[in-house]
């Protein structure tokens, strides 16, 4: 039996079923994840060499990724270490960097305001 080109060849169509457990996100969940990322653009934004008030900024990150690793999470935390990243970039010199700095306080800002979207 030949198939013509008109012809489609019908495959047997299986079903599978997938069992899949979602994970219920919580706002502090999204607002964790979203910090996260905050952090991780603003290691990208550093500068390679070396810059007057490096250790600020590097003692502030490593400070933030200690309370990302905490189990609970505490708001007011989260709001103080955006205030102590003010408080680096108040201190950083250089004109182009604070303003790198500044934007990721924006968005640290944003990230803790953020909230589980509602289907």
């Given amino acids: 039996m030949a198939v013509q080109k008109n012809e489609k060849i019908e495959k047997p169509t299986v079903v599978k079923e997938k069992k899949t457990v979602k994970k219920v996100q919580t706002d502090n969940d999204v607002k964790r994840k979203a910090a996260k990322l905050v952090v991780a653009h603003l290691k ?35 709001h103080e270490m955006r205030r102590n990243l003010n408080d680096v970039i108040e201190r950083t010199v250089d004109e182009e960097l604070r303003f790198k700095l500044r934007d990721s306080w924006y968005s640290l800002g944003k990230a803790l305001d953020k909230k589980v979207r509602q289907r």
Avoid at 46 to 62: C, M, S, V
């Fill in 44 to 78: 990208k934004k550093l500068p390679e060499n070396d810059f007057l008030g490096r250790e600020h900024i590097t003692n502030w990150i490593n400070d933030m990724e200690e309370l990302l690793l905490k189990e609970e999470f505490v708001l007011v935390e989260y």
